[in-house]
């Protein structure tokens, strides 16, 4: 091989690695195998509010009366599901705090020492 072939092969190899390097990063093409989320939680709570603004918007027409009593009993359940699981969350809340209490009060007296006054004032908290 002469050194006007070796300088050729080089630059032809440098040029296609550089050509398929910057091709591999073309805009708005994602790698191959690369994670692409479908939807944002932020336009996941657009579309649920959207979703909601749907139910509660008031068709054009005047509703008949069954159409008003079935609107009104969507409107119901979905308050009736939220209200539902709020109260479960606030009472699993007011469920943990009373353990936690009362394991520290069993502690205390398992060890059976008189608890000091500090102590007795952060369980009454």
């Given at each position: 091989?002469?050194?006007?072939?070796?300088?050729?092969?080089?630059?032809?190899?440098?040029?296609?690695?550089?050509?398929?390097?910057?091709?591999?990063?073309?805009?708005?093409?994602?790698?191959?195998?690369?994670?692409?989320?479908?939807?944002?939680?932020?336009?996941?709570?657009?579309?649920?509010?959207?979703?909601?603004?749907?139910e509660t918007k008031k068709p054009d027409k005047p509703l008949?009366?069954?159409?008003?009593?079935?609107?009104?009993?969507?409107?119901?359940?979905?308050?009736?599901?939220?209200?539902?699981?709020h109260h479960e969350r606030i009472q699993q809340e007011e469920?943990?705090?009373?353990?936690?209490?009362s394991k520290k009060k069993a502690e205390m007296r398992n060890?059976?020492?008189?608890?000091?006054?500090?102590?007795?004032?952060?369980?009454?908290?």
């Amino acid at each position: 091989m002469t050194q006007k072939s070796i300088w050729r092969i080089l630059i032809i190899t440098s040029l296609l690695i550089g050509w398929g390097h910057a091709y591999s990063f073309a805009q708005n093409k994602p790698k191959k195998g690369a994670y692409v989320p479908d939807k944002s939680p932020e336009e996941e709570e657009e579309e649920l509010q959207e979703k909601v603004k749907e139910e509660t918007k008031k068709p054009d027409k005047p509703l008949t009366k069954r159409q008003g009593y079935k609107f009104m009993r969507k409107r119901d359940k979905r308050k009736e599901g939220e209200y539902k699981e709020h109260h479960e969350r606030i009472q699993q809340e007011e469920t943990y705090k009373r353990m936690k209490k009362s394991k520290k009060k069993a502690e205390m007296r398992n060890t059976r020492k008189k608890p000091n006054k500090i102590r007795k004032l952060l369980l009454k908290m």
